[in-house]
């Protein structure tokens, strides 16, 4: 037993080291840009949308930017993103004379890169965070604007990519990422033409899940 013992105990303390060495930890910051499409609806059914509100009937599309920051810690990237994207709005707002659509996102998420040491490196990732739809629209010959936002927990995002190494520190390549997410509450303001406003805030009563699909590049940049 003790001849057993000796020889396993010396490989387990030669090989701890040698671990140590390999989860190696970096700072990391990401910076993406792509596109987004709408899926699902924004809210469910309701006596004037029996089937509910399509997310895409509020936004066409959008055109998301998002920073990463975090550590790369061996092959796996812990940290938080910050996200705000501009888009087309949609045919239910075709009416306005002027209209905007904006979407901000704020969150965590984890990276595992499958090949860290590779010239081509896979990864996939997965994440949570909160989401924030403003919308805005103006009425013709200087009638009231109107803004709505609505807000809720993005329960997760699913993400793949493929990151092409540029050196030691730099990485580029494309990537696609699913948000899963619900708005359970919202505010909206009207202004007049003669400078009055007002505003109002409350729960979603019909909820409903929607997601957006994201497409597009991410550089990072590894110290």
Known sequence: MRRTLGPLLALCLGAAPATAEELTTRFEAGVRAGIGLPVGNAFGSTSSAPTGTSLSQLVSWTVPLQLDIGARIGPVFVGGYAGYAFGKTGSLLEFAT????????????????LGPEAK??????????YEWLTLSVGGANGGGAVSTTTRGFEWANVQLGLDFVLGRNFRLGPFVVSHVAQYDSGSFGVENGQGGAVSQSGDVQSKAVHAWIDLGLRFSFLL
């Open 98 to 113: 002027t209209r905007s659509a904006t979407d901000v996102r704020v969150g965590f998420e984890v990276l595992w890169h």
């Open 120 to 129: 081509v490196d896979p990864w996939l990732g997965v994440g949570v965070g």
